[in-house]
């Protein structure tokens, strides 16, 4: 989900195993946490100022993310309004917010900037209460190993790599991993190249897309073939658009034919031009895919089809 950018300091350090019924693995140059699938978010055990709670992991979020309430909870008093969150559906104010520890994995940050806000749509969206959003922060050290089948997140620290035959560079756009990959929106249409946010938190289509190739011809093209209807929930409600069948996309080596794709100018980071949609859990559920902020360059793990 595209929600929030901000600045922190990083103090590491090796602190939290298993909290809240998630199991541990081995701990030693790389440390291993399980975490919990749910409507195709990744809920995970951390600790805020002391405090053990859930959150969720999320690349398409550039900061720390607090909901404005579990934030006053925590006895944070949000400064004054810095502006909207231009995620999906309607603007949201966000205040600025400062913790004094947060221990994630082998992670242990210090004096952490971030932001509150209202995220009462997407606890009502996923069912569950989203308290917390991870982001860019807690990805930033570490290559971090996102492996769905085995439900766990594999911690390497900076300067360690991990396998990888297809590594794609992105650059960071807002503190998100940002991405070119090749579009064909139907058969005779011409190959274009789009910019995505490899986001963790676009739960239910491989890619949803928006912005200035909506004003194309090819896109107007696709939502032409596109049902309209409700594609799901941002920070600011309900994000509205048309689902439609793409030709295909390539994403470094992976070649996809005939997938199915969201389009919105619903979400304000995309009507903004800042990026011109997202990759979605969709594409890489049944693999891995491997954040490494420190060489800017992600990896999708797939297995053949």
């Keep these: 989900m595209i929600a929030v950018v901000g600045r922190v300091r990083f103090v590491l ?4 195993c298993s909290v809240l019924g998630f199991a541990c693995a081995a701990w030693g140059q790389r ?5 919990r699938l749910e409507d195709n978010l990744i809920r995970v055990p951390v600790t805020l100022n002391g405090r053990r709670v859930e959150a969720v992991l999320d690349s398409g979020t550039g900061s720390l993310g607090l909901d404005l309430a579990f934030a006053r909870s925590l006895g944070l008093k949000p400064a004054k309004t810095t502006g909207m969150v231009p995620g999906g559906g309607a603007p949201v104010p966000m205040y600025r917010v400062v913790l004094n520890e947060i221990q994630f994995g082998p992670e242990r940050l210090t004096q952490v900037r971030g932001i ?18 991870l982001g860019q922060p807690l990805f930033a050290d570490w290559t971090l190993r996102v492996d769905y089948p085995a439900r766990i997140i594999t911690f390497l620290p900076r300067g360690q790599t991990a396998a990888c035959s297809d590594p794609i560079p992105f650059v960071p756009v807002g503190g998100v991993p940002v991405i070119a990959v090749k579009l064909q929106a139907t058969p005779s249409s011409e190959v274009r190249t789009l910019h995505l946010v490899v986001d963790l938190g676009t739960r239910h289509y491989a890619a949803m ?4 190739f909506l004003e194309t011809t090819d896109g107007e093209a696709l939502q032409e073939m596109g049902a309209t209807k409700q594609l799901g929930t941002g920070t600011g409600g309900g994000i509205e658009g048309s689902e439609a069948t793409l030709a295909r996309l390539q994403v470094g080596k992976l070649r996809v034919d005939g997938l199915k794709v969201a389009l919105t100018s619903h979400v304000g980071a995309f009507k ?13 559920a049944g693999g891995v895919v ?3 902020y420190t060489r800017q360059q992600v990896c999708f793990d797939l297995p053949a089809k």
């Excluded at 350090?13 to 939290?16: P, R």
């Excluded at 509150?116 to 959003?133: E, I, N």
């Design 13 to 16: 350090g090796f602190g939290l």
């Design 31 to 35: 440390g291993v946490i399980s975490f």
């Design 116 to 133: 509150a806000l209202d995220l009462g749509h997407l606890s009502s969206s996923a069912k569950f209460p989203v308290q917390v959003l």
């Design 209 to 212: 897309l928006g912005g200035p």
């Design 272 to 284: 903004a031009g800042l990026v011109d949609g997202t990759l979605g859990v969709p594409l890489w």
């Design 290 to 292: 491997t954040f490494d």
